[in-house]
Nanobody
Framework: QVQLVESGGGLVQPGGSLRLSCAAS????????MGWYRQAPGKQRELVAA???????NYANSVKGRFTISRDNAKNMVYLQMNNLKPEDTAVYYC????????????????WGQGTQVTVSS
């Protein structure tokens, strides 16, 4: 099975920035969608950013204008640049992929990794 390893999280002040990285042990070149998800304590996991093979992006309303997702297929890496961080962004962040551009039939690309903790606090 492909493994996903997230890194780059930490403690940051409100208004600060972080860049998260996701390393995949297998190729992501032909994966339809790569995305970043987050889960706060007591909350469900939610999709915050996604990028397709063709380069189209989609963001949750709560992070639009602040987060940017990118993918380097040659290096099997996905990144999330997070700017102007807010306390509400505090969560464990995960990456994963979808095998199809639409619908749920394709399933996820890989098992969930351990995630990386992002804490935004003064």
């Amino acid at each position: 099975q492909v493994q996903l390893v997230e890194s780059g999280g930490g403690l940051v002040q409100p208004g600060g920035s972080l860049r998260l990285s996701c390393a995949a042990s297998g190729s992501i070149f032909n994966i339809a969608i790569m995305g970043w998800y987050r889960q706060a304590p007591g909350k469900q996991r939610e999709l915050v950013a996604a990028r397709t093979i063709g380069g189209s992006t989609n963001y949750a309303n709560s992070v639009k204008g602040r987060f940017t997702i990118s993918r380097d297929n040659a290096k099997n890496m996905v990144y999330l640049q997070m700017n102007n961080l807010k306390p509400e962004d505090t969560a464990v962040y995960y990456c994963n992929g979808r095998r199809e551009l639409a619908g749920d039939s394709g399933g996820f690309f890989a098992p969930w990794g351990q995630g990386t903790q992002v804490t935004v606090s003064s």
